[in-house]
């Protein structure tokens, strides 16, 4: 796992919530809050923990790698009730979503560039 393969994984959300609401597709809103079963969650508390537990980038990156999930099934959750102009509003620049998803970004660059990871 890479900073850009994270931010990346990540950035997709948003054409998943879309494509949901184009096919009336109901989301695992469960699964989508948890931090932990994306691919880059299960990395963060696996080999990035191992990596960069000890670092303070790296409970900064966990943190806002939780916060983009709560925003992201707050997302889910409209789509599944049909709330689907709610849904797409939520998507939009400067929303809590928008902004949870740019923290995230810089804290997923902050913690890859640190220099010496810990063992």
Same mark, same amino acid.
């Given at each position: 796992m890479n900073a850009d393969q994270a931010i990346a994984a990540h950035r997709e959300w948003k054409n998943r919530f879309l494509a949901a609401m184009g096919e009336q597709k109901q989301l695992n809103v469960d699964e989508i809050e948890a931090d932990n079963?994306? %691919?880059f969650g299960k990395w963060l508390y696996g080999r990035g923990k191992t990596d960069f537990g000890q670092t303070a980038n790296y409970q900064k990156c966990v943190a806002a790698h939780a916060a983009f999930h709560l925003e992201a %099934?707050?997302?889910a959750r409209l789509v599944n009730e049909g709330k689907l102009q709610a849904a797409t509003s939520m998507l939009m620049s400067g929303t809590p979503y928008?902004?949870?998803?740019?923290a995230l970004t810089i804290k997923v660059i902050g913690m890859f560039k640190e220099?010496?990871?810990q063992d």
């Open positions: 079963c994306c %691919a %099934a707050k997302v928008a902004q949870a998803s740019e220099s010496s990871p």
